[in-house]
């Protein structure tokens, strides 16, 4: 069984408070790109679960999201078949794109087919929260979603399925970790650390000029690019500070004229929305030739 996995962007993610379970609760807002890993599931004779990946980043063992995804259903369903997953990875990891919590989603719903197990969206959806907080959003198979609680619960945006983004994607080579940068913005908001360029107001203690139901009117106008300020991330103030490759990335894009600009997720990847597929394809053409410190991608939503 061959199936493809894609990658996110977050065009709006709002830390509201911090949980007693340590995760935060957020407002944020998804969009799927046509970035995709491909993965192949062949089932074993024996009942181990095995995973090849492409990227030598990856974990091949127990803390591979693709590894818990399978062995979850198989101790649900009592499936006494084991499973080859081989991933062939184009998303970068560590990169705020969520491409771990894709490959986990797919595999939920693949073998949920596979398995026949009958299970339904919402069911999948709360196993994969038991795996990461961005699995339920590729659970649900739709280009745009709000996510609250920890990111985990989704509300689907049917009105927006024709929407179609143009982006670059600039993705530092380096990785990103999220818990730290979530730990960071703890540690700002408490006035422990000084977590900002000087002279600037920390975000997570400032409103942002924008919400989610202003995004999700444009959007549904067809009006696809927006004054800047209303693509908001709180974590972005953090991320820049702790890595200043993903700064000089978000520098550049500004030189380059462009207005949309936002990082995704925890970061590292930056991402700008692009008027058309011609455009954002001849700037990731542009930033690939002057080869910095970082991969361009041209993707759209999907
Ligand atoms: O849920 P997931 O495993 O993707 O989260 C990775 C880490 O990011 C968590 O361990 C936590 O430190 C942080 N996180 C958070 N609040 C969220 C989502 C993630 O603090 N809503």
Redesign the pocket.
Known sequence: MVIHSFAKVNLFLE?IN??PD?????NTFFERISLRDKIILKTRRDNLIKIYCSDPHVPLGKSNLCWQAAKLLQDKSKIKKGLDIKITKHIPVGAGLGG??SNAASILSALNKLWRLGLSKNRLAALG?Q?????PFFIYDTPFAQGQ????KIHLLKKLNRVKLWHILVVPKIHVS??R???R?DACLSGRQACLPAGRAFSGLTKPASNVKIIISKLTKKNLLFEPSLLFNSLEPVTLKLYPEVRRIKEKLKRLGLKNILMSG?GGTVFAIIPSAEEAAALAKRLKKEGGPWRAFAVSTV
């Open positions: 830390i911090k949980r340590n995760y935060h609760n957020l771990g919590s929260a795996l990461g907080s961005d699995v609680g920890r990111g985990e999220t818990p940068i979530y730990k913005w925890s």
